[in-house]
């Protein structure tokens, strides 16, 4: 799962999102005035991706991968890491 943490409530956390067999990297998407937009995990035993909105009750669409372990162009093999460029 993915937790927010917040110095200003006491370091109360709440999770945003997850369901995921290894998460094994974490982005966090945002906008151009700081504000999340969404994080985007890499979930190694699911062999997938995701971007998960943390304003709509951590509901997360599978943006890569998915479809199973392989190297098809709709599969990933263990993904380890993830990383955004920002704009």
Same mark, same amino acid.
């Given at each position: 799962?993915?937790?927010?943490?917040?110095?200003? =409530? %006491?370091? *109360? $956390? @709440?999770?945003?999102? /997850?369901?995921? &067999?290894?998460?094994?990297?974490?982005?966090? =998407?945002?906008?151009? +005035?700081? &504000?999340?937009?969404?994080?985007?995990?890499?979930?190694? %035993?699911?062999?997938?991706?995701?971007? $998960? +909105?943390? @304003?709509? /009750?951590?509901? $997360? @669409? @599978?943006?890569? /991968? %998915? +479809?199973? =372990?392989?190297?098809? *162009? +709709?599969? !990933? &093999?263990?993904? /380890?890491?993830? *990383? !955004? =460029?920002?704009?």
């Amino acid at each position: 799962r993915v937790q927010r943490c917040t110095p200003a =409530e %006491g370091r *109360a $956390c @709440t999770t945003v999102a /997850g369901d995921w &067999s290894g998460p094994s990297g974490v982005a966090v =998407e945002k906008a151009a +005035n700081g &504000s999340v937009i969404a994080y985007v995990v890499s979930d190694y %035993g699911n062999h997938r991706v995701q971007r $998960c +909105n943390p @304003t709509d /009750g951590g509901a $997360c @669409t @599978t943006v890569a /991968g %998915g +479809n199973g =372990e392989g190297s098809a *162009a +709709n599969q !990933l &093999s263990y993904p /380890g890491g993830v *990383a !955004l =460029e920002q704009a």
